[in-house]
């Protein structure tokens, strides 16, 4: 069975300063990973997906994750936050086969000015 | 391209009143199709998926019903709301699982 844990149901940063966001997975196959980003009271929206190509995946807004097999991390960074950064974010992971995501249970990530 | 719609934004309803939220997906065909809860502070969780028309699975016992009555069109129902159905209701769309999905909007269900 699969599963995701997102460490820090919270996360504060201050405008400038690095974006970490921790999601750790659980997979008995070559899993697929997705972070998602959620506004208030919008849906979710993909930041980035790894499917087996290159291990550090660029996404939008700035965001990176990097795919450590041995470490089953797939962390999420941004170098400077921003003040729009303000969100929840989760992470997903796929099997690819049953079509069905595991979501983590979100990191809300405040920014500080 | 593909696009997904969900409606209303926002519905307050009465204790025991009856609920149809609706989703609707353009631009591809049979799609996987989903609806999950946002409750305050609890995550994601999924409540029914379905892999084509009228086929339907439920991921949890709950108040509530879902039906997929053609190819791209999802219906999330109830006959009598509960206060504990308020949140966050979304639907979402898949192809291959390998891509992830793509979501709705979203629904704010307050029941009073």
């Known amino acids: 069975a699969q599963s995701v844990t997102q460490l820090g149901s919270h996360v504060s940063v201050s405008e400038g300063a690095l974006v970490l966001l921790r999601c750790n997975y659980s997979?008995?196959?070559?899993?697929?990973l997705f972070w998602y980003v959620q506004y208030p009271n919008q849906g979710l929206q993909l930041l980035l997906k790894?499917?087996?190509?290159?291990?550090l995946v660029k996404g939008i807004n700035g965001f990176e994750a990097e795919f450590k097999k041995s470490e089953t991390s797939f962390h999420l960074t941004k170098p400077s936050a921003h003040m729009s950064d303000a969100a929840e974010y989760f992470c997903?992971?796929?099997?690819?086969?049953?079509?069905?995501?595991?979501f983590g249970t979100g990191t809300l990530l405040a920014v500080q000015p | 391209s593909q696009t997904i719609h969900q409606w209303p934004a926002t519905l307050v309803q009465p204790v025991g009143s009856p609920l149809s939220l609706e989703c609707t997906v353009e631009?591809?065909?049979?799609?996987?199709l989903y609806w999950y809860r946002q409750a305050a502070g609890r995550g994601l969780q999924l409540l029914f998926y379905?892999?084509?028309?009228?086929?339907i699975s439920s991921e949890v016992p709950q108040n509530l019903s879902a039906s997929r009555p053609q190819d791209r069109q999802f219906i999330l129902s109830s006959k009598k709301l509960l206060l504990s159905d308020s949140g966050f209701y979304l639907c979402?769309?898949?192809?291959?699982?390998?891509?992830?999905?793509?979501f709705g909007s979203g629904t704010r269900l307050t029941v009073v």
């Open positions: 979402a769309w898949s192809g291959d699982g390998r891509y992830g999905y793509t």
């Open positions: 997979s008995s196959v070559p899993p697929y």
């Open positions: 790894y499917t087996s190509a290159a291990t």
């Open positions: 997903a992971v796929s099997d690819g086969a049953t079509n069905k995501l595991i």
């Open positions: 631009g591809t065909s049979n799609p996987n």
């Open positions: 379905s892999v084509g028309i009228g086929q």
